[in-house]
Structure formats: C-alpha cells, structure tokens
C-alpha cells in the first residue's frame, strides 16, 4: 500500500510505486526553467551532443526540472502539491492512504479586532481559510485583502503569525492596518516588524522577505529589483531571535505571492516548517515565466477568485477609462533592448513632452495623478517637465528613504501633491484611493503588474464621493521590441469585462 506523509511544508510518497507512475508524478510536477538555454548545463550538453561525446541514449536537457524529488527510494514532494498527486493516482487507479503528521494547532485567546466590518465576500473567504488552512487568496487589487487576513489571523489565534510583504513600503502600510484594527483583551496591541530598519518580534508581526533572508544568509542577493531592497541589518543574536521565529511561526502569511517562484522567497517559507495555516495573497497569483507550480507548492490550491469586475459590479470599485495612445516613431535600429528602450521611452523628446503635456492637463482638471515609469532616470526627467510633481524612488537623484516615501504619499493622499513620479515602487500594494488619473509612460509586458497597476486607481475615494471613474493613459509604441509587449498589457486587461478600453490613434486623449 502507497502512504502518503502529509506535513507542513511537503509531503513523502513511501511504498512500491511502479517506475511509470513515478515517472508521471515527476512529470506532472515540473516546470521548465526560464531562460534555461543560458545555463553552463544547456551549453555543455549542446556541445557534447553535437560533438557526439553524449552518453548512449541520453539526449540534452530541454530545461525541464522538477519538485518531486527521490528520496531513499521514496518520493518527496511539496504538500501544496498534493493535488498534483491524487490526479495522478486517481488517472492510474492506483490506491493510496494518507497520513496527516502535522501537529494541532495552539490557539491563543483573547485576541479580537475592533472597528473591522467584512463585506459578504470577505467573511466567505474568511471561513474558507479558517477551514482550509492553506491555499492562494486570488482577490483583486481593492478587494481588501489585508482586512481579510487581519480578521483571519487574530480569529486563529495560531501565534507566531507572520505576513510577509515585498517592499519597505508595504511593510509600513501593512504595520498601520494591523495597528489600527487588532486588540488583546480589549486593548490596542503592538504588532511587530521586521524590515525597514526594525527587528522587533511580536505574536503577530510584518516582515519584509528580504530582511528574513538576512537572517538565514550572510550574504543576500534580493529576489527583485534593487528598488525594492531591504537594507535592513541585523546583529548576529538578532539573526538568531528571526530564524527561531520563523521555526516557530504557526500561521504564514505571504502578500504578493505571485514572488514566490523566486528562490528568497521558496528558503523563507520552507524555515516555517510549524506554520500549519499558509495563505498566499495575490490580485494575480500567475507567472508569465510559467513557474505557476511553484506558487502552488508553497500554498495549494486558489481559494477564490475574485476579479476587479465583480468589485465593480458590487460598487466596491469604480470603473477604468483605459485609454491606448498609439505612438509610431522611427529612430531605425538599435543593439538591444535597453538601447532601443532610451531611444523609444526614456529619452524620447516628443514622447515625454506628450507624458508631461497629458499629466499637466490632468492636474489642471483637479485630478490627483500619477505617472508609472521604470527607471529613476526617467522619472527625473519627467520631473523637469512637470512643475510641482514630485519623484517616488529608492535610487537614483531624487531617491528617497522609505520615511520620505511615506511622506509623499501621504501628501498625494490628502491632495496636497497633485503629481507624483514612481518607479515600480507603486506597482503593488500601495493604496493611495485619492488617485484619479495613472499615467503609464514606463511599457512593460508583465500581465500581473499591468493588472495591479489599473488596481492602484479604481478603490472609491472616502474622502472624494465625487471620485466615479479612473482615467489610464497607457502608451501603445509601435516598435519592434514595445508593440508587443504593449499588446500583451492590452490583451490581459481585455479579460476584465468592466475595462473600459479606448484606443485612441491621433496621440491625443479622447476624454477631456
């Protein structure tokens, strides 16, 4: 009889599988490697293969790889996997048991939160958790995810509690909303943080995910861009306080799980080898690279799903203008990428003139905006042409300290600041409901940022009920690196019925 061993973080497959149905798990739980023709391994068999120098029958790596991994004759798996197996089984007939070693979960009380009132769909997703455990919250950007999460981990109890976020900037915002709605006996509690210059441990505490690799390597390579870096440092007894935490942690908390392909991210979870209840939280827990699995493998299965047009069916959002400026210049080729990126985007002349011009007319109209680039040095120049806009960077001339960060945004909140200038720094998370207009002067191909970007504009504005409709100005470059890649942004905004999309080929805004 085939046992399956269920625990925290994965799962044993002991017992006499036959070598086909081996085979198919193995297979079922890969993934294939991006940009695997890179790799010193993809060249090296190349060479040998074509010099013929390969072993008798064995052919070169197609950069397939896989999670499922032999282990004494056994197979061992990631447990968010387990789906991937009974498929298996099932399909073959093949008869199984499992065995669930995972220890109860202690539950602590007194722990309530005050002034927190979930929508119908919240408290479904609410219960679903407490009765899952485990498994990837897909919740559009203004569904409140972290009011959901906040209900769920105090209504558990399971402490150490952990929500991890992936930016100094989140770690804030999220450390606010927990402060404000969770109690201990009635009273406000001091929720802890690790990340942005803190290492203070608490039963429920925010945690970047680079400053928890900190403790785990001497040296740390960051799982994203350098915007988003964690400086944080911590002293060698402070590494040890952390990495006994995260043992220690019971229910794990990822924001932004779309990240957890990445290998920072994969280390930080599997240390957590006690946290019984693990959710993921996404707007768009996907991969354009195709490493879905490993998002999965760390967490299950979606809970729910629920997308920006439901929100706005239910009133919750407002409803997006999104507007497709065609742009067709030819300064003939280039090299490469980032040359051809400077000539088209970031020091194209006529196309950040236009930027400015659109951002300038906007805030003339009262409307709070912002302007979405991908480089500091574009941000810059942006700036030089937008009088009394201010620049939201981690690098670069106008960089600024994640204390500044929160200032300006602050400012655009209260209107004070009518335009500011971001980097990718504004691509997840940051709430920031004043903002009417977005200006998408950056390009990208990535499906879940294009998504999470929109996101950022359409939460209702407590502050403004005359706030009924966002404005995107997205720019649809006809090049031959930028056409496509603005033609992937379009088609995953397509999938929103609620989209209203305009494409407008005169460069000039069709609503005034």
């Not at 991994?69 to 991937?84: E, H, M, Q, T």
């Not at 680079?210 to 915007?227: G, H, I, W």
């Not at 911590?234 to 043992?247: A, C, G, T």
């Not at 407002?318 to 490469?336: M, S, W």
Request: net charge positive; charged share 30%; proline share 4%.
């Amino acid at each position: 009889m085939i046992v399956v061993r269920i625990r925290n973080v994965s799962m044993l497959v002991e017992g006499s599988i036959p070598k086909d149905i081996r085979d198919q798990i193995r297979s079922k739980m890969s993934y294939v490697v991006p940009g695997f023709k890179f790799t010193p391994r993809y060249k090296k068999e190349q060479f040998l293969f074509k010099k013929g120098l390969m072993e008798d029958g064995k052919i070169p790596w197609d950069g397939t790889t896989t999670v499922a991994k032999y282990d004494a004759g056994n197979i061992r798996a990631p447990v968010g996997l387990f789906s991937y197996l009974k498929e298996v089984f099932e399909e073959n007939s093949i008869e199984y048991i499992t065995k669930d070693e995972r220890l109860p979960a202690v539950r602590s009380q007194g722990w309530s939160t005050e002034g927190l009132e979930l929508r119908d769909y919240q408290r479904d997703i609410n219960q679903t958790i407490l009765k899952k455990e485990r498994g990837i919250m897909k919740a559009a950007t203004g569904s409140g995810k972290s009011e959901i999460m906040i209900k769920t981990i105090v209504d558990a109890g399971c402490f150490p509690a952990i929500f991890y976020v992936t930016s100094c900037d989140l770690l804030e915002q999220t450390y606010d909303r927990f402060m404000k709605y969770v109690r201990y006996n009635g009273q406000p509690v001091e929720i802890g943080r690790i990340g942005a210059g803190h290492c203070d441990l608490q039963p429920i505490t925010i945690a970047t995910v680079q400053s928890a690799e900190v403790a785990l390597a001497d040296k740390f390579t960051p799982y994203d861009a350098d915007s988003k870096k964690d400086k944080t440092k911590l002293s060698d007894n402070q590494k040890k306080e952390v990495i006994r935490f995260l043992k220690e942690a019971q229910f794990v908390t990822v924001d932004e799980c779309q990240h957890c392909s990445c290998q920072t991210i994969q280390t930080v979870m599997g240390q957590s080898y006690k946290a019984r209840l693990r959710i993921g939280c996404s707007a768009s827990p996907w991969r354009d690279d195709g490493l879905d699995i490993l998002i999965e493998a760390c967490f299950g299965k979606r809970l729910c799903d629920i997308d920006a047009s439901f929100l706005i069916d239910n009133g919750y959002l407002i409803q997006p203008y999104i507007i497709f400026n065609h742009f067709k210049l030819d300064y003939g080729e280039n090299d490469n990428f980032n040359s051809h990126y400077k000539a088209y985007v970031t020091e194209c002349e006529p196309r950040n003139k236009w930027v400015a011009e659109k951002a300038i007319h906007h805030v003339g109209q009262n409307r709070s905006t912002i302007v979405l680039v991908k480089w500091a040095a574009h941000a810059n120049t942006l700036k030089n042409l937008i009088p009394g806009s201010e620049v939201l960077t981690a690098s670069g001339d106008n960089k600024k300290t994640p204390k500044k960060r929160k200032e300006v945004l602050n400012r655009l909140r209260s209107k004070e600041t009518m335009c500011v200038i971001g980097t990718t720094l504004l691509d997840e998370g940051i709430d920031v409901p004043s903002a009417e207009v977005g200006i998408f002067a950056g390009g990208g191909k990535s499906s879940t940022r294009a998504l999470q970007r929109v996101g950022r504009f359409i939460r209702k504005d407590p502050n403004n009920p005359d706030k009924t409709r966002a404005i995107i100005e997205e720019i649809f470059d006809h090049t031959v690196y930028l056409s496509w890649h603005a033609k992937a942004r379009r088609e995953i905004m397509e999938t929103e019925r609620n989209f209203e999309i305009i494409d407008n080929r005169s460069t000039m805004s069709v609503i005034e």
